[in-house]
């Protein structure tokens, strides 16, 4: 009960306290689970975090789940995943019940602090990617790739900007990278 009482407190903590969705809470999340309290390893994260991305819903969410998951099985997962919902959940709650759409749009104050949690979100966001591309360890030759891929998804040219393509090209593109250099030993062997 304890381990369950702190991975809800934990990812509750996360919820009620970042700004700009399932990105911006990565650092955050890795700092706390890998860090903070040695869950687990900084390499597995990153393995539950792929897995997280490429499932459908919402990313805070699917990494909580996994990482509650892993910690202390299925109850786990539920408890990390209310942690990560409920400050969300009783934020909006509040919002609907006391302030009205055009209170928001017309409070000057209400206006100026969502302007200055921008430049702090777009910092959240990006941590993480370079958190992640150094533990992937991606060199200056395969840099590009994301870039392109970003590039191109943002185009909006039918088919190609769509990102199933590059993932099946990414995992395509990994499965190949794997498997050469696999047949060529093979071929040694022989």
Same mark, same amino acid.
């Given at each position: 009960?304890?381990?369950?009482?702190?991975?809800?407190?934990?990812?509750?903590?996360?919820?009620? *306290?970042? *700004?700009?969705?399932?990105?911006?809470?990565?650092?955050?999340?890795?700092?706390?689970?890998?860090?903070?309290?040695?869950?687990?390893? &900084?390499?597995? *994260?990153?393995?539950?975090?792929?897995?997280? !991305?490429?499932?459908?819903?919402?990313?805070? +969410?699917?990494? =909580?789940? =996994? +990482?509650?998951? &892993?910690?202390?099985?299925?109850?786990?997962?539920?408890?990390?995943?209310?942690?990560?919902?409920? %400050?969300?959940?009783?934020?909006?709650?509040?919002?609907?019940? *006391?302030?009205? %759409?055009?209170?928001?749009?017309?409070?000057?104050?209400?206006?100026?602090?969502?302007?200055?949690?921008?430049?702090?979100?777009?910092?959240?966001?990006?941590?993480?990617?370079?958190?992640?591309?150094?533990? =992937?360890?991606?060199?200056?030759?395969? +840099?590009?790739?994301?870039? +392109?891929?970003?590039?191109?998804?943002?185009?909006?040219?039918?088919?190609?900007?769509?990102?199933?393509? $590059? @993932?099946?090209?990414?995992?395509?593109?990994?499965?190949?990278?794997?498997?050469?250099? !696999?047949?060529? @030993? $093979? &071929?040694?062997? &022989?």
């Amino acid at each position: 009960m304890g381990q369950c009482l702190s991975l809800f407190t934990t990812f509750f903590k996360i919820g009620a *306290f970042t *700004f700009g969705g399932g990105w911006a809470m990565i650092s955050i999340i890795e700092r706390e689970i890998v860090d903070k309290h040695h869950w687990i390893e &900084r390499e597995e *994260f990153l393995d539950l975090l792929a897995i997280a !991305q490429s499932l459908p819903g919402i990313l805070a +969410v699917n990494i =909580a789940t =996994a +990482v509650g998951d &892993r910690i202390k099985g299925t109850r786990g997962s539920v408890v990390a995943a209310a942690g990560t919902i409920l %400050p969300s959940f009783l934020i909006i709650l509040a919002i609907a019940i *006391f302030l009205t %759409p055009d209170l928001i749009k017309n409070n000057r104050v209400v206006s100026s602090v969502f302007m200055g949690i921008r430049p702090a979100v777009v910092a959240l966001i990006i941590a993480p990617v370079i958190t992640s591309a150094k533990a =992937a360890k991606l060199k200056w030759k395969t +840099v590009w790739i994301p870039f +392109v891929v970003a590039l191109m998804i943002s185009l909006d040219l039918g088919l190609i900007s769509n990102p199933i393509l $590059y @993932i099946v090209l990414g995992g395509l593109g990994g499965f190949l990278a794997w498997w050469i250099p !696999q047949r060529k @030993i $093979y &071929r040694t062997k &022989r």
